[in-house]
């Protein structure tokens, strides 16, 4: 091996401050503010980052590559991210790691039983707990040499990315609803404005999905929703 190969090498392996350095991570989540979270996280941690906005991108993205650590929402846009790690965990060979992630209360239980190695419940912005949460699930030949850097850092998406989904959010609201697309506006809602630690507008969306549950009528729930993110978005255009 020469210099040149061994200056390559080198700048791949993993260093205590930059643990996950060589790894590529396939990030499939909906919503813009949680994905930029997580492309700061990997920025931080050494990772390269690939993004998928549905399950069919996601396919289309394992047909032309494959990450060493992969990442599903539990709620998407066009299927549920259950049936992805279902797939995932059964192909041969199988992907390193497979995580879940969800802000939804008892999505871990079904994470785990579909096939997910862990679960990253959201808001999902420590450093530190993200690394570990793919480092304890690496074999020893790809763990940093020496001690690890632990940091109470957390990362801080920028509220551009917050103004994106309400105004997906505001499309959808503003389309001719049936119960699907309700559920899923009140899953993304919820999603999102937890993960922005946004209280008030988490209400809302919960409140529309116990009302889809209970099957009663949900123009009010609706409204109050919409007029939240429309609050919202004119609250990002003064900024």
């Known amino acids: 091996m020469d210099d040149i190969d061994r200056f390559a090498l080198h700048r791949h392996l ?7 350095l060589g790894l590529t991570i396939l990030v499939i989540e909906d919503s813009r503010f949680a994905c930029e979270a997580m492309r700061l996280l990997c920025l931080r941690s050494g990772a390269r980052i690939r993004r998928a906005d549905c399950l069919a991108s996601a396919r289309r993205h394992l047909q032309v590559y494959r990450p060493s650590v992969i990442i599903v929402d539990l709620g998407l846009p066009d299927g549920s991210g259950l049936d992805l790690i279902e797939e995932l965990d059964r192909l041969t060979p199988r992907i390193g790691i497979i995580l879940a992630t969800s802000g939804d209360d008892g999505a871990e239980a079904q994470a785990m039983a579909a096939g997910a190695d862990g679960f990253l419940a959201k808001p999902v912005t420590r450093i530190a707990n993200f690394q570990s949460m793919i480092l304890a699930r690496m074999p020893a030949d790809r763990q940093p040499v020496g001690p690890r850097l ?6 801080r998406p920028d509220a551009l990315a917050y103004r994106d989904d309400m105004a997906h959010a505001a499309d959808l609201l503003g389309e001719d609803q ?6 899923y506006v009140a899953q993304f809602i919820g999603g999102v404005a937890r993960s922005a630690e946004d209280n008030q507008l988490e209400r809302a969306a919960i409140a529309l999905a116990e009302t889809r549950r209970l099957g009663a009528p949900t123009r009010a729930d609706t409204a109050r929703l919409a007029g939240l993110v429309q609050t919202r978005l ?4 003064a900024m």
């Not at 049936?178 to 559920?183: M, P, V």
């Not at 004119?234 to 255009?237: K, M, V």
């Open 14 to 20: 993993p260093t205590s401050t930059r643990p996950l």
């Open 150 to 155: 632990l940091t109470e850092d957390e990362v």
């Open 178 to 183: 049936d119960d699907r697309t309700l559920d």
């Open 234 to 237: 004119g609250e990002r255009i």
